[in-house]
């Protein structure tokens, strides 16, 4: 696919800041994740869980997670909290064994960070293995700030996570995206004050149109044009050139009306 590149004019106009989710929407996570979790299961002599289960237990931090793997193959939910520091243990080491960036990811961050959008993660994920996997995968030079989900008491649909990173990127709720597949990152948004946009290939719980997002991506690639569609006036100006093919990929992104 193309890239997609922005020209802005950085003496008119302050930096931006795009925020963004980690499993479900920069990285596909899943094996990593089921993995340790199976270590855990089988060590507790419970059941293993397939992908397909993981995938519709991620989103609200590992001791979520491990609840609701215990939950789902017979354990006591109630020793999530006992059992989460020996997931953690052995999921650190493999974080970005299988775990890649989904089409577009890398190519697209460059091309925000080069065109001076501040970006940051902020995710309900742990912030240790959080920037393991950033580290592994080669993304971390293009984010500026992490969040995870044990940098604060609270997480993600709490907006307080969003209202850190801003604070680190020095960039006013206005003038931000969230960029997400779960249902907490629309909610985080709202609560912040900062606009949405949701990635339809991620492990939402509902359906992408559901979430209530600004607008919805099919590949992270197209989130250069999604920001245009989105984005508050007078943040920007691109290039007579960039605008026009920008605008032309954004004929495919669904803008909520």
Do not use: C
């Amino acid at each position: 696919m193309q890239k997609s590149r922005m020209t802005i004019d950085r003496a008119r106009h302050r930096t931006d800041a795009v925020l963004l989710d980690l499993d479900g929407t920069l990285v596909d996570s899943l094996r990593d994740l089921t993995e340790a979790l199976n270590a855990v299961l089988t060590g507790e002599g419970l059941p293993s869980v397939s992908l397909a289960q993981t995938r519709a237990m991620v989103g609200d931090g590992a001791g979520k997670l491990v609840e609701r793997a215990l939950q789902a193959t017979g354990g006591d939910p109630a020793r999530a909290h006992e059992l989460v520091p020996r997931f953690l243990t052995l999921y650190e080491p493999i974080a970005s064994r299988h775990t890649r960036p989904y089409p577009g990811v890398v190519e697209t961050l460059g091309s925000l960070s080069e065109a001076g959008f501040a970006l940051a993660v902020v995710t309900n994920k742990p912030v240790r293995a959080t920037r393991i996997v950033l580290d592994g995968l080669g993304l971390a030079p293009f984010i500026g700030a992490v969040i995870g989900g044990d940098t604060l008491a609270q997480r993600k649909p709490d907006p307080a996570p969003l209202r850190a990173a801003l604070r680190q990127l020095r960039v006013p709720p206005g003038r931000a995206v969230m960029v997400g597949d779960n249902h907490h990152d629309v909610e985080a948004a709202r609560a912040a004050g900062v606009a949405a946009i949701a990635v339809s290939y991620g492990y939402a719980h509902r359906p992408p149109h559901d979430l209530g997002a600004d607008a919805v991506i099919d590949d992270f690639a197209e989130l250069p044009a999604a920001l245009i569609r989105i984005w508050p006036r007078g943040t920007a100006r691109l290039s007579a050139a960039s605008a026009s093919a920008a605008w032309t990929s954004a004929r495919t992104v669904r803008t909520r009306s």
